[in-house]
């Protein structure tokens, strides 16, 4: 069992930055890939971003690759999101979510547990 729990969401001009953050618990969080996803009203649940549960690849969609880093500090059960020069695009509603087995890192019914979300808004 995966406990997930999202922060660090809010309202920032385009241009600027954001990190988000994910706390995860759970005796086997670390053996679990993880991942972002994203959702924006009216549209299904898309892929941001991975890494492998040993840190040995990141992965990142095209729409964001460039601008966002995803990390993975065991130390600290964290998971963040370093988003640079955001878009109006990127405005969404902003999942952490762990996996234990899969073969492609962008289908959101791979993964096992979801954190509750944190809201990014980027104004023009």
């Known amino acids: 069992q995966v406990l997930l729990v999202e922060s660090g969401g809010g309202l920032v001009q385009a241009g600027g930055s954001l990190r988000l953050s994910c706390a995860a618990s759970?005796?086997?969080?670390?053996?679990?890939?993880m991942g972002w996803f994203r959702q924006a009203p009216g549209k299904e649940r898309e892929f941001v971003s991975a890494?492998?549960?040993?840190?040995?690849?990141?992965y990142y969609a095209d729409s964001v690759k460039g601008r966002f880093t995803i990390s993975k500090n065991n130390v600290m059960n964290m998971v963040y999101l370093q988003m640079n020069s955001l878009k109006p695009e990127d405005t969404a509603l902003y999942y952490c979510?762990?996996?234990?087995?899969?073969?492609?890192?962008?289908?959101?019914?791979?993964?096992?547990?979801w954190g509750q979300g944190t809201q990014v808004t980027v104004s023009s």
């Open positions: 759970g005796r086997t969080w670390r053996t679990y890939d």
């Open positions: 890494v492998r549960w040993d840190r040995s690849n990141t």
């Open positions: 979510a762990a996996r234990d087995d899969g073969s492609n890192w962008s289908d959101p019914s791979e993964y096992d547990y």
